[in-house]
Nanobody, 124 residues
Framework: QVQLVESGGGLVQAGGSLRLSCTTS????????MGWFRQAPGKEREFVAT????????DYADSVKGRFTISRDNAKNTVYLQMNSLKSEDTAVYYC?????????????????WGQGTQVTVSS
């Protein structure tokens, strides 16, 4: 069984930065693609970023391109989301997800395991 635990969320002013972390346990991490999704109040969960098993392929939602960076450290079983130039519309609960394939997807149904989420609040 795969367990995912997110951390690093919090309250930040617009224009600021946060780095989210997601540490996995229970199964092999290095052969799984990972993704970040978010859900704002009253909205559906949406794709943010994904990274392939070896970090060689990444993809981002248009709304975060140039501001967010996804990365991973397979030795630490951890995936990161560096968020810069934060905007109020980035306010959401951010979820980490693992997929039982080498390459990621921007579709939430393609992911097999999910964390509990971490709140990010950006004040304007």
């Amino acid at each position: 069984q795969v367990q995912l635990v997110e951390s690093g969320g919090g309250l930040v002013q617009a224009g600021g930065s946060l780095r989210l972390s997601c540490t996995t346990s229970g199964r092999t991490f290095s052969d799984r693609a990972m993704g970040w999704f978010r859900q704002a109040p009253g909205k559906e969960r949406e794709f943010v970023a994904t990274i392939a098993w070896n970090g060689g392929n990444t993809d981002y939602a248009d709304s975060v391109k140039g501001r967010f960076t996804i990365s991973r450290d397979n030795a630490k079983n951890t995936v990161y989301l560096q968020m810069n130039s934060l905007k109020s519309e980035d306010t959401a609960v951010y979820y980490c997800a693992a997929r039982r394939t080498l390459y990621g997807s921007n579709v939430s149904k393609d992911y097999n395991h999910w964390g509990q989420g971490t709140q990010v609040t950006v004040s304007s």
